[in-house]
């Protein structure tokens, strides 16, 4: 750690809690984990939903910043919005989600847009229309996910050519994960202040273990079975009367 960091704030930028649907830790466990890795802050990104923001900052307390973020499936891949106040729908034109976040006041970030192994990397053809519309804030040159460190540079040399500013994050779905990943940024009070200190942050890569991709597969399948057991005690099974009237019977 330099001098300079030791006047900044370290901040996961892409974190996941369990209102995502691949995550278990509640946003109370999250900024537990984020403490013990030394983190002044965290940015929750869940997937679809803009949740866990308010417990996280209640366990957090005051000297804990918490950024309320979404990660948003547009309909050509993931996209970031860190600042919201409000949640915006997935499915929409990535053009669209970018204008919906700066509605807000947020910050877009175009996280691992060139993972290969990925269905939410948007591509490099999208990234070269939302960056010539003017749409990009931040390109996330290093997920800590990332499987190909290839993809990772690519982000980076992008983001290099184009003078855009250069985030990283986790994108911890898991305990072990958060905060392996950050960036040191001068001390900001809302999004603007955010987006003018972005440009001088330090930047702290740690490509994560692959094992921690199991995490998010269990609590996929967890959620999977969960949803089906709640689905099968909603619908029992058909009445006597509609079995005696030959409704519900096996053909």
């Known amino acids: 750690m330099t001098d300079s960091d030791t006047q900044r704030w370290k901040i996961d930028l892409h974190t996941h809690t369990w209102h995502s649907h691949d995550s278990p830790v509640s946003p109370e466990r999250l900024v537990h984990a984020a403490k013990r890795r030394g983190l002044d802050g965290i940015a929750i990104t869940n997937h679809g939903r803009l949740a ?26 993931e996209i970031i919005g860190l600042f919201l106040h409000a949640e915006i729908p997935n499915g929409i034109s990535p053009e669209a989600t970018c204008a919906a976040i700066h509605a807000q006041g947020g910050v877009v970030i175009i996280p691992h847009p060139y993972d290969r192994y990925r269905k939410g990397a948007i591509g490099e053809a999208v990234l070269d229309r ?60 809302d999004a603007a202040s955010f987006r003018a200190n972005l440009p001088d942050a330090t930047l702290h890569p740690h490509r994560s273990a692959q094992w921690v991709h199991l995490i998010s597969s269990f609590a996929k399948k967890r959620r999977t079975r969960h949803a089906h057991d709640d689905r099968a005690e909603a619908e029992p099974d058909a009445p006597l009367s509609a079995v005696a009237a030959g409704e519900g019977q096996v053909q």
């Open 52 to 77: 866990g923001y308010a417990a996280a900052q209640e366990a957090g307390g005051p000297d804990f910043h918490v950024i309320p973020g979404e990660e948003v499936y547009s309909t050509a891949g």
């Open 130 to 189: 939302l960056v010539q519309a003017g749409h990009v804030d931040a390109i996330e040159v290093f997920n800590g996910r990332m499987v190909i460190p290839m993809d990772n540079w690519a982000a980076k040399k992008y983001a290099a050519a184009h003078h855009i500013p250069m985030t990283v994050g986790s994108d911890a779905h898991g305990t072990w994960e958060y905060g392996s990943s950050y960036i040191s940024i001068a001390p900001f009070t």
